[in-house]
């Protein structure tokens, strides 16, 4: 009896989700294409109009301790 009760659970269960993906599909709202733009920064009042260096830097740094690198 304890085989059937799960096997019987495990159906309930995958009816469900199947149940739940198809409700899923049907609420999800329409997507937005992406413009390639910049988000403008929020949630720092400082940054906004800022421009931000992504630039690589001129040389690789490791480790900033003087200890490591030998130079």
Known sequence: MSLFKLF???TIGYLA????QR?????????VQDDGTRTAPHG??????E?????????????????FGGD
Do not use: F, K, M, N
């Open 8 to 10: 019987a659970y495990g």
């Open 44 to 49: 720092d009042p400082v940054l906004v109009g």
């Open 23 to 31: 409700h899923q599909d049907t609420t999800t709202p329409p997507r």
């Open 17 to 20: 989700y199947r149940a739940w």
């Open 51 to 67: 421009q931000i260096d992504v630039s690589e830097p001129s040389r690789p740094i490791a480790h900033a301790s003087r200890g």
